[in-house]
């Protein structure tokens, strides 16, 4: 060891409550795996494999050229904030001002501004299990209690409105939703949101509804509880760019709130950032003001994907599988093959070349499912299954 790392680190007690997002980690070991000449198919991260369309990127060099590499303000540049309020107030049929978003590097930071700056030590945070994993992670490392609400397959992944209820007390703080949802694709139906809604009625209990799947839904209509005026108050959107127009290196979301909040969130990201890259966000209001036909042909080659996916998965030899209604992302379960998420998911990458995550990832409640992503070509994926259905034969016991 060098005389500089003689020193014992001392890491504050927190950090030892901090989780991870388990995709780059099994990203980094098939990237080890292709270094040493193994040919893996990634399915695993969620990302979209398109490029970003030639318009946002042209709006981005010429912003560069005109000069937008300074410092903006810290909740967003104008133009922008009024584009998302009035793109949010049609999408949600609602009423929205400039003033009630805050633009951020990315869709995690509304996450972890929201429990900041409204959750303390000892609150309770009730949010989907199987979920995205960032957010149980982010109630743990605040000190607050994850109280995680299961997602079942039986009730297609949607949240159970009535085991919601039975979860609330004087001690929640704040509720998380996400639809569509990752891992599962499973969405909440409109009757879901209203009694979500009206569960919420005389309860000072705040709810962030991340929606950032919201224009990638194959099946059914999108419904948010921001379009309940009775509860603007009460409601965080979390939205972006990533997911909707390929953007995820650009690192562009934004969060949706009342104003008094949005500006204390704005403080938070003058603490920590101090503004989104500038010419990033002349990117996105083109992204927002130009043409929208990349999104729906992303959407439809999702949709292929999906069927393609599904049709096959549930010809394997132990593996079931939902037809998800959004995002990018099938959840099959694999509880009848014996195994566990965790050994089945390393099988395939090690013996199959298949990355795909193990439900776990996602909490405990994704114990006997795997996700994998479909943001990968058609030949891609039926090269995928192919070698997923051939390790079956060879591994599973019929």
């Not at 969130?265 to 003001?289: D, H, P, W, Y």
């Not at 099988?347 to 990355?355: H, R, S």
């Amino acid at each position: 060891m060098s005389k500089a790392l003689q020193t014992e680190l001392r890491l504050a007690q927190r950090m030892s409550r901090l989780g991870t997002e388990t995709a780059f980690e099994v990203l980094a070991r098939a990237r080890s795996l292709e270094a040493q000449g193994r040919d893996i198919v990634h399915l695993e991260i969620g990302e979209p494999d398109f490029d970003t369309p030639a318009n946002i990127v042209d709006a981005a060099v010429d912003a560069l050229h005109q000069g937008f590499t300074h410092y903006g303000p810290s909740a967003g540049m104008p133009e922008l904030r009024q584009l998302i309020a009035n793109d949010v107030a049609t999408s949600r049929n609602c009423t929205v001002s400039p003033e009630e978003v805050v633009v951020v590097p990315g869709g995690k930071p509304i996450i972890f501004f929201t429990l900041l700056a409204l959750v303390q030590e000892g609150d309770e945070v009730i949010y989907p299990n199987p979920g995205f994993p960032i957010y149980e992670s982010m109630i743990n490392f605040l000190g607050a209690k994850a109280v995680p609400i299961q997602l079942r397959e039986e009730n297609e992944f949607r949240l159970d409105t009535k085991e919601l209820a039975g979860l609330i007390n004087e001690r929640t703080r704040l509720i998380i939703l996400n639809s569509p949802q990752n891992p599962t694709g499973g969405m909440m139906t409109g009757e879901d949101v209203a009694e979500v809604a009206r569960l919420l009625e005389g309860r000072d209990i705040m709810v962030l509804s991340d929606e950032i799947y919201s224009r990638l839904i194959f099946e059914g209509e999108h419904h948010s509880l921001f379009s309940y005026d009775e509860l603007r108050d009460r409601v965080i959107l979390l939205d972006g760019f990533s997911k909707t127009y390929a953007m995820t290196g650009w690192r562009m979301g934004y969060g949706v709130m009342r104003p008094d909040l949005a500006a204390q969130i704005a403080r938070l990201m003058t603490n920590s950032n101090s503004c989104t890259a500038s010419f990033t966000q002349k990117a996105g209001v083109e992204a927002i003001s130009g043409p929208q036909a990349s999104v729906t042909a992303m959407c439809e080659e999702f949709r292929r994907r999906r069927d393609y996916f599904a049709g096959r998965i549930n010809t394997i030899p132990g593996f079931h599988c939902l037809v998800p209604k959004g995002a990018f992302y099938m959840f099959p379960s694999i509880k009848e093959t014996g195994w566990q998420s965790k050994p089945l998911a390393d099988a395939l990458l090690e013996q199959a070349g298949v990355a795909a995550l193990s439900g776990t990832s996602f909490g405990a409640y994704g114990e006997g499912y795997l996700r994998f992503s479909i943001a990968n070509s058609l030949e891609n994926i039926r090269k995928a299954l192919d070698r997923v259905e051939e390790w079956a034969h060879k591994n599973l016991k019929r």
